[in-house]
C-alpha cells in the first residue's frame, strides 16, 4: 500500500477527513521549505503537495505565480524541490509528499530520469497540471514503474466518459477541482461539489479530494462533508507572502492556518446548508 | 519524451496532418489543465462541424471579400528587385487587409464560428496589439464583447493599437505578470477563459496553443497561399521558386507556406527574429536556437533554460516577441521542408527603411524580418527566379518603436 493510500485509510479509520496542503518548493527561500513542511504536519496536515515551481503557472491564480516567481528568483529549479523532499524524510518518514506541477522542468529532465529520482527522495505521488490522460502515457508508465502515485484532476466540466477513463489510471486520491478558474478564485458551492464528488464515488474507490477556493475553516468543514479529502493552497501561500523576509512569522502564520483548517474538517457536522 | 531532436522524414502527405488528437508528428496536441479539456472539445468539433457546413464557408468568403478586403494583391517590387539584383522579388499584400494585417482573416473565421456557437464573450491575447485590433473589429462588426489581454510593456510599446481597440469597444487589460509581455498575456487569457468557459471564446492568434488551434487558424489563414499560388500561375504561368514569411507564432507562415508545402520545387524559409543575435540571450527564435518542450497547450520548440523555465524573450518587434512557436513549424523544421533562419533587429531595421524608401511600403517590423532575408536570398538567384514575401502587415503601428531606437521623439 502506498504512503497515500495508507494515509487515508489510516483517516477513515479514524472517522476523520484528510487534510492536505500546498506550498511552492523554495518559496520565498530554499532553506524556508523543509520547516515549512513540517510546521505543516505539526499543525494537522495530513498529505505535503510541494509545488515545482515555474515560470508559466497558467492554471494558478497570482498567489502561487507569485510564490513560484519568488522560488525561481532564489534559485530553486526542481533538483532543489526533490532535495528538499529529501531533506524532510530525514526526520518524517511517514507524511505523504505529492509533487506538483507543470510538465515543461519535467520534459527536460526526462520521465524516467524524473520518476527513478523523485521516488529516491521520496515523494508518494505526481500531479502535473497540463498533462491530460490524452497525453500522458508515457509519463505514467514511468511513474508506476517507480511506485509513485498519478494524480489527476477531474473539473466540473468534465464529461462522464473522462471521469471513468481518468479513474481507471488514478491512484492515490483523485483531485476534484470544485470551481471554474484558476487556484484562489471564487466561492463554493458545497451542494453543487457533492453532487459531483457523488458521480467521482460511482467510477471509482479511489479516495477524492476536493480543491480550489478552501480559504478558511468553516470552507473545510463544509467541504469535508462532501469529500474525502480538502486541499488547501493559495490559503497558506498567501501566509508566506504576507510574511516574506521573517520565517519565524511564516511559521507562526502557516501554523495558525492550517490549525483552523484541521479543526474545522475535525468538527462535528454542521448544517450542510447555511 | 526524449530531447534528443532526431530529423524525422516527411509524409507524403502534409495536408492530412494534423491527427485527431492533433499531432503535428511528436508536436502539437493538447497540454492543458483539465478543466479546459471539455471547451477545447466543444470547439473541435464545432469547427469540424462547420469547416463541412456550405452556408458558413459562404459567410467567410463573403466577409473576407467585402469586409477584409480579399484577394490581396501580389505585387512586383520592381524597384527593390533592381537595387537588390538576383531574383524578382513580389509581395503578398497582406498589409492592405482591414485593420492592417493577416491576423483578421484568422479572427473573422473564430468570430463566426463563436457565434454559431452561442458565445457572445470573446478573450484575446495580444503582442504588438494586430490580433487584438482585428479581433476588435471582428466583435463590433458582430456585436460581440471583446476584452483583450496584453502585456503592459506591450501596451507601452503599442499605445495607438491601444487607443484604436478601445475606440472599436473593446477592454484592454494590461498584464503586469511575469515579463509583461505576450507570453504572459496568454496566460492570463487562458485563465479568464477557464473562468468564463459557459459564455467565453477564446480567439487565438496564432498557430500555437492547444488542439485544435493550431489546425484551425492554419486553415482561416491559408487564404493567403491559396491566394498566392492562383496568382502566381496567372502572373507567370508557373509557381514559385521561393516563398518568405516572418515567423513569430508562424501564423502569417503557414497561411502562406500550407497551400505549397506538397509543390517540391518551391523552396520555403521562414524568418525568424534574431533580436540581438541567437548566440547571445536576447532574442525570440525557438526554432533557430532553441529545444522542444510543452507550453501553452502544445509540444514545440521553446526558449528554455536547462530547468526547463521558459526564457524571457527578446525583438524589436513586439508581434515576434514570443518564446514558442506554432508545433506545425516545429515539425516542418524537423522534416527539413521549411528552413529556418534568424534574423537580427538592425538587419530588419534597414530592410524596414530600405522597403520604404524604394516601394513606398512601410512594413510592420515583423514583416521586416522576411523582408531582409529575401533580400540575401534574392542575391544569390538567377533573375528569371522568383520570391514570394509574405508582406503579412503595414508598419505605421512600428514608427514610434523604430524612430525611438534612432532617438527621435515623434
Same mark, same amino acid.
Given at each position: 500500500?502506498?504512503?497515500?493510500?495508507?494515509?487515508?485509510?489510516?483517516?477513515?479509520?479514524?472517522?476523520?477527513?484528510?487534510?492536505?496542503?500546498?506550498?511552492?518548493?523554495?518559496?520565498?527561500?530554499?532553506?524556508?521549505?523543509?520547516?515549512?513542511?513540517?510546521?505543516?504536519?505539526?499543525?494537522?496536515?495530513?498529505?505535503?503537495?510541494?509545488?515545482?515551481?515555474?515560470?508559466?503557472?497558467?492554471?494558478?491564480?497570482?498567489?502561487?505565480?507569485?510564490?513560484?516567481?519568488?522560488?525561481?528568483?532564489?534559485?530553486?529549479?526542481?533538483?532543489?524541490?526533490?532535495?528538499?523532499?529529501?531533506?524532510?524524510?530525514?526526520?518524517?518518514?511517514?507524511?505523504?509528499?505529492?509533487?506538483?506541477?507543470?510538465?515543461?522542468?519535467?520534459?527536460?529532465?526526462?520521465?524516467?530520469?524524473?520518476?527513478?529520482?523523485?521516488?529516491?527522495?521520496?515523494?508518494?505521488?505526481?500531479?502535473?497540471?497540463?498533462?491530460?490522460?490524452?497525453?500522458?502515457?508515457?509519463?505514467?508508465?514511468?511513474?508506476?514503474?517507480?511506485?509513485?502515485?498519478?494524480?489527476?484532476?477531474?473539473?466540473?466540466?468534465?464529461?462522464?466518459?473522462?471521469?471513468?477513463?481518468?479513474?481507471?489510471?488514478?491512484?492515490?486520491?483523485?483531485?476534484?477541482?470544485?470551481?471554474?478558474?484558476?487556484?484562489?478564485?471564487?466561492?463554493?458551492?458545497?451542494?453543487?461539489?457533492?453532487?459531483?464528488?457523488?458521480?467521482?464515488?460511482?467510477?471509482?474507490?479511489?479516495?477524492?479530494?476536493?480543491?480550489?477556493?478552501?480559504?478558511?475553516?468553516?470552507?473545510?468543514?463544509?467541504?469535508?462533508?462532501?469529500?474525502?479529502?480538502?486541499?488547501?493552497?493559495?490559503?497558506?501561500?498567501?501566509?508566506?507572502?504576507?510574511?516574506?523576509?521573517?520565517?519565524?512569522?511564516?511559521?507562526?502564520?502557516?501554523?495558525?492556518?492550517?490549525?483552523?483548517?484541521?479543526?474545522?474538517?475535525?468538527?462535528?457536522?454542521?448544517?450542510?446548508?447555511? | 519524451?526524449?530531447?534528443?531532436?532526431?530529423?524525422?522524414?516527411?509524409?507524403?502527405?502534409?495536408?492530412?496532418?494534423?491527427?485527431?488528437?492533433?499531432?503535428?508528428?511528436?508536436?502539437?496536441?493538447?497540454?492543458?489543465?483539465?478543466?479546459?479539456?471539455?471547451?477545447?472539445?466543444?470547439?473541435?468539433?464545432?469547427?469540424?462541424?462547420?469547416?463541412?457546413?456550405?452556408?458558413?464557408?459562404?459567410?467567410?468568403?463573403?466577409?473576407?471579400?467585402?469586409?477584409?478586403?480579399?484577394?490581396?494583391?501580389?505585387?512586383?517590387?520592381?524597384?527593390?528587385?533592381?537595387?537588390?539584383?538576383?531574383?524578382?522579388?513580389?509581395?503578398?499584400?497582406?498589409?492592405?487587409?482591414?485593420?492592417?494585417?493577416?491576423?483578421?482573416?484568422?479572427?473573422?473565421?473564430?468570430?463566426?464560428?463563436?457565434?454559431?456557437?452561442?458565445?457572445?464573450?470573446?478573450?484575446?491575447?495580444?503582442?504588438?496589439?494586430?490580433?487584438?485590433?482585428?479581433?476588435?473589429?471582428?466583435?463590433?462588426?458582430?456585436?460581440?464583447?471583446?476584452?483583450?489581454?496584453?502585456?503592459?510593456?506591450?501596451?507601452?510599446?503599442?499605445?495607438?493599437?491601444?487607443?484604436?481597440?478601445?475606440?472599436?469597444?473593446?477592454?484592454?487589460?494590461?498584464?503586469?505578470?511575469?515579463?509583461?509581455?505576450?507570453?504572459?498575456?496568454?496566460?492570463?487569457?487562458?485563465?479568464?477563459?477557464?473562468?468564463?468557459?459557459?459564455?467565453?471564446?477564446?480567439?487565438?492568434?496564432?498557430?500555437?496553443?492547444?488542439?485544435?488551434?493550431?489546425?484551425?487558424?492554419?486553415?482561416?489563414?491559408?487564404?493567403?497561399?491559396?491566394?498566392?499560388?492562383?496568382?502566381?500561375?496567372?502572373?507567370?504561368?508557373?509557381?514559385?521558386?521561393?516563398?518568405?514569411?516572418?515567423? &513569430?507564432?508562424?501564423?502569417?507562415?503557414? *497561411?502562406?507556406? +500550407?497551400?505549397? #508545402?506538397? !509543390? %517540391? =520545387?518551391?523552396?520555403? @524559409?521562414? $524568418?525568424?527574429?534574431?533580436?540581438?543575435?541567437?548566440?547571445?540571450?536576447?532574442?525570440?527564435?525557438?526554432?533557430?536556437?532553441?529545444?522542444?518542450?510543452?507550453?501553452?497547450?502544445?509540444?514545440?520548440?521553446?526558449?528554455?533554460?536547462?530547468?526547463?523555465?521558459?526564457?524571457?524573450?527578446?525583438?524589436?518587434?513586439? &508581434?515576434?516577441?514570443?518564446?514558442?512557436? *506554432?508545433?506545425? +513549424?516545429?515539425? #516542418?523544421? !524537423? %522534416? =527539413?521542408?521549411?528552413? @529556418?533562419? $534568424?534574423?537580427?533587429?538592425?538587419?530588419?531595421?534597414?530592410?524596414?527603411?530600405?522597403?520604404?524608401?524604394?516601394?513606398?511600403?512601410?512594413?510592420?517590423?515583423?514583416?521586416?524580418?522576411?523582408?531582409?532575408?529575401?533580400?540575401?536570398?534574392?542575391?544569390?538567384?538567377?533573375?528569371?527566379?522568383?520570391?514570394?514575401?509574405?508582406?503579412?502587415?503595414?508598419?505605421?503601428?512600428?514608427?514610434?518603436?523604430?524612430?525611438?531606437?534612432? =532617438?527621435?521623439?515623434?
Amino acid at each position: 500500500m502506498s504512503r497515500i493510500a495508507y494515509r487515508f485509510a489510516q483517516r477513515r479509520a479514524e472517522q476523520r477527513k484528510t487534510l492536505v496542503t500546498y506550498v511552492t518548493g523554495g518559496d520565498p527561500h530554499p532553506g524556508a521549505t523543509v520547516p515549512i513542511m513540517h510546521r505543516l504536519v505539526s499543525a494537522g496536515a495530513d498529505i505535503i503537495e510541494v509545488g515545482m515551481p515555474f515560470s508559466d503557472p497558467m492554471a494558478d491564480g497570482p498567489v502561487i505565480q507569485s510564490a513560484c516567481d519568488r522560488a525561481l528568483e532564489n534559485g530553486t529549479g526542481l533538483a532543489g524541490v526533490l532535495e528538499m523532499v529529501r531533506a524532510f524524510r530525514r526526520t518524517d518518514n511517514d507524511t505523504p509528499v505529492v509533487l506538483m506541477g507543470y510538465l515543461n522542468p519535467i520534459e527536460q529532465i526526462g520521465y524516467q530520469s524524473f520518476a527513478r529520482d523523485a521516488a529516491a527522495a521520496g515523494v508518494d505521488g505526481v500531479l502535473t497540471v497540463d498533462l491530460p490522460p490524452e497525453e500522458g502515457n508515457e509519463f505514467v508508465a514511468a511513474l508506476t514503474e517507480h511506485d509513485l502515485d498519478p494524480i489527476w484532476l477531474i473539473a466540473p466540466t468534465t464529461r462522464m466518459e473522462r471521469v471513468n477513463a481518468i479513474c481507471d489510471q488514478a491512484r492515490g486520491f483523485v483531485y476534484y477541482v470544485s470551481l471554474k478558474g484558476v487556484t484562489g478564485a471564487g466561492t463554493l458551492d458545497v451542494d453543487d461539489v457533492g453532487s459531483h464528488v457523488d458521480t467521482i464515488r460511482e467510477a471509482t474507490q479511489t479516495p477524492v479530494g476536493v480543491g480550489f477556493g478552501v480559504r478558511s475553516g468553516d470552507d473545510a468543514a463544509r467541504l469535508g462533508q462532501v469529500a474525502d479529502a480538502v486541499v488547501v493552497g493559495t490559503a497558506i501561500v498567501s501566509r508566506i507572502a504576507e510574511n516574506v523576509g521573517d520565517d519565524a512569522a511564516i511559521g507562526d502564520a502557516i501554523h495558525a492556518i492550517t490549525d483552523e483548517l484541521r479543526q474545522g474538517l475535525d468538527a462535528p457536522m454542521v448544517e450542510r446548508t447555511p | 519524451m526524449s530531447n534528443v531532436i532526431q530529423a524525422i522524414e516527411a509524409p507524403a502527405d502534409f495536408g492530412e496532418f494534423p491527427d485527431p488528437l492533433g499531432h503535428f508528428g511528436p508536436y502539437g496536441g493538447r497540454f492543458v489543465p483539465e478543466l479546459l479539456m471539455a471547451p477545447l472539445e466543444e470547439l473541435a468539433s464545432a469547427y469540424a462541424r462547420f469547416r463541412a457546413d456550405p452556408e458558413f464557408q459562404a459567410e467567410l468568403y463573403a466577409d473576407l471579400q467585402y469586409y477584409v478586403g480579399r484577394p490581396t494583391p501580389l505585387y512586383f517590387a520592381r524597384h527593390w528587385t533592381e537595387q537588390v539584383g538576383g531574383a524578382q522579388l513580389y509581395l503578398k499584400r497582406e498589409d492592405l487587409d482591414h485593420t492592417g494585417a493577416h491576423k483578421i482573416n484568422n479572427t473573422m473565421g473564430q468570430a463566426l464560428l463563436a457565434s454559431r456557437m452561442g458565445k457572445r464573450r470573446i478573450v484575446a491575447e495580444t503582442g504588438a496589439g494586430q490580433h487584438g485590433v482585428a479581433t476588435a473589429a471582428v466583435c463590433a462588426r458582430l456585436g460581440l464583447e471583446c476584452i483583450v489581454y496584453m502585456g503592459a510593456e506591450d501596451v507601452r510599446r503599442q499605445s495607438v493599437n491601444v487607443y484604436r481597440m478601445r475606440l472599436m469597444g473593446a477592454t484592454v487589460v494590461p498584464v503586469e505578470s511575469g515579463t509583461r509581455t505576450l507570453k504572459d498575456a496568454l496566460n492570463e487569457a487562458f485563465r479568464d477563459w477557464a473562468a468564463n468557459v459557459d459564455d467565453t471564446f477564446y480567439i487565438i492568434g496564432t498557430v500555437a496553443g492547444p488542439h485544435p488551434y493550431p489546425e484551425m487558424v492554419r486553415d482561416f489563414q491559408a487564404v493567403i497561399g491559396r491566394e498566392t499560388r492562383e496568382q502566381c500561375l496567372e502572373q507567370h504561368g508557373r509557381l514559385p521558386d521561393a516563398l518568405v514569411a516572418c515567423v &513569430g507564432g508562424g501564423s502569417n507562415a503557414i *497561411g502562406m507556406f +500550407h497551400p505549397f #508545402l506538397g !509543390d %517540391t =520545387g518551391v523552396e520555403i @524559409y521562414g $524568418a525568424e527574429a534574431g533580436g540581438e543575435g541567437v548566440e547571445t540571450e536576447r532574442h525570440a527564435a525557438p526554432l533557430s536556437a532553441g529545444r522542444p518542450g510543452v507550453l501553452h497547450g502544445n509540444r514545440t520548440y521553446l526558449m528554455e533554460n536547462a530547468d526547463g523555465q521558459i526564457m524571457p524573450t527578446h525583438s524589436v518587434s513586439a &508581434g515576434l516577441d514570443y518564446p514558442g512557436v *506554432g508545433p506545425e +513549424h516545429a515539425w #516542418l523544421k !524537423d %522534416t =527539413g521542408r521549411v528552413r @529556418y533562419v $534568424a534574423v537580427d533587429d538592425d538587419d530588419a531595421l534597414a530592410a524596414f527603411h530600405g522597403l520604404a524608401r524604394l516601394e513606398g511600403i512601410i512594413p510592420a517590423l515583423e514583416t521586416a524580418h522576411g523582408i531582409a532575408y529575401a533580400e540575401k536570398l534574392a542575391a544569390r538567384m538567377r533573375p528569371d527566379q522568383v520570391i514570394v514575401i509574405n508582406c503579412s502587415g503595414r508598419g505605421d503601428k512600428d514608427i514610434d518603436t523604430v524612430a525611438e531606437v534612432e =532617438g527621435m521623439n515623434l
